[in-house]
């Protein structure tokens, strides 16, 4: 069974950093993108960011500049670093998958993240 465990997520001040990290297990296909979503409070599930298997990256223009996002293959893990936070940042945080030839998706179970203004 595809898992996906993310941590990190918590409560930090506005122009303050978290780091979002997210592991999977029971994969035996090729991962082919990794990325993070968020939803905020009466707000769709939107793209944060999302980084391929050969390293190429796209972001919202909301984090450009101030969130990046790397992959360990090796491990099967995913991150999310979040510099410069704003109070608008404050969602719950979802790591996504996608992965083998049918480009099936697994998604974490979300991890809460605060800004205080």
């Known amino acids: 069974q595809v898992q996906l465990v993310e941590s990190g997520g918590g409560l930090v001040q506005a122009g303050g950093s978290l780091r979002l990290s997210c592991a999977s297990s029971?994969?035996?296909?090729?991962?082919?993108?990794m990325g993070w979503f968020r939803q905020a409070p009466g707000k769709q599930r939107e793209l944060v960011a999302r980084?391929?298997?050969?390293?190429?990256?796209n972001y919202a223009d909301s984090v450009k500049g101030r969130f990046t996002i790397s992959r360990d293959n090796a491990r099967n893990s995913v991150y999310l670093q979040m510099n410069a936070l704003k109070p608008e940042d404050t969602a719950v945080y979802y790591c996504?998958?996608?992965?083998?030839?049918?480009?099936?998706?697994?998604w974490g179970q979300g991890t809460l993240v605060t800004v205080s203004s």
């Open positions: 996504h998958v996608a992965y083998g030839s049918w480009n099936l998706e697994v």
């Open positions: 980084i391929t298997s050969g390293g190429s990256t």
């Open positions: 029971g994969l035996f296909f090729s991962i082919n993108t």
